[in-house]
T-cell receptor, first 114, second 113 residues
């Protein structure tokens, strides 16, 4: 079974803090993704990475950055957290097997910024 | 631009009722479509997916979906729902570049016993 783990289930931070969200997958997947999930808005892609040290902006990258130094690990960074970044953050991974690859999701990190 | 729309925000059913959740997409090319489910307190998991071939796709837990190209639709169905189907359901379309998924806003299904 594919396993995608996220470092924290719940996180509370203060406005202006630098926040790191970590994601690890154990299936040697090339692709990794960060989404945020908000009620009534579904999932929106923040960033994705198709290889180590490679990254692409998604639909809502503003205020976020990412890091992928190792294949199994993909980090989302909030340089200066703001209250409008309070959300559920989901990490996912997939192989690069062409169009048939499925994304596997982690349990999510619920971030509250006060 | 590609997009996915789910018509129903919240659906309430009694056990044993039939279910159909609507999903429409906008994209004129070859499509890869997915339905994901998120049970309360659990992570998103794949219900079923369509890539090509038979437009009627069967997934886990008795769910199925039908791809109708002429209607740009990929509706999810189940003939008889159970209380345990209470969850949030997301329809998704692979983007044109093939690199990521575009999700709909989700439909919350509440099933009463």
């Amino acid at each position: 079974d594919v396993k995608v783990t996220q470092s924290s289930r719940y996180l509370v931070k203060r406005t202006g803090e630098k926040v790191f969200l970590e994601c690890v997958q154990d299936m040697d997947h090339e692709n990794m993704f960060w989404y945020r999930q908000d009620p009534g808005l579904g999932l929106r892609l923040i960033y994705f990475s198709y290889d180590v040290k490679m990254k692409e902006k998604g639909d809502i990258p503003e205020g976020y950055s990412v890091s992928r130094e190792k294949k199994e690990r993909f980090s989302l960074i909030l340089e200066s957290a703001s209250t409008n970044q309070t959300s559920m953050y989901l990490c996912a991974s997939s192989s690069s097997g062409g169009s048939t690859d499925t994304q596997y999701f982690g349990p999510g990190t619920r971030l509250t910024v006060l | 631009a590609q997009s996915v729309s789910q018509h129903n925000h919240h659906v309430i059913l009694s056990e044993a009722a039939s279910l159909e959740l609507g999903c429409n997409y906008s994209y004129g090319g070859t499509v890869n479509l997915f339905w994901y489910v998120q049970y309360p307190g659990q992570h998103l998991q794949l219900l079923l997916k369509y890539f090509s071939g038979d437009p009627l796709v069967k997934g886990i837990k008795g769910f199925e979906a039908e791809f109708i190209k002429s209607k740009f639709s990929f509706n999810l169905r189940k003939p008889s729902v159970q209380w345990s189907d209470t969850a949030e359901y997301f329809c998704a379309l692979r983007n044109q570049a093939g690199t990521a998924l575009i999700f709909g806003k989700g439909t919350t299904l509440s099933v009463s016993s």
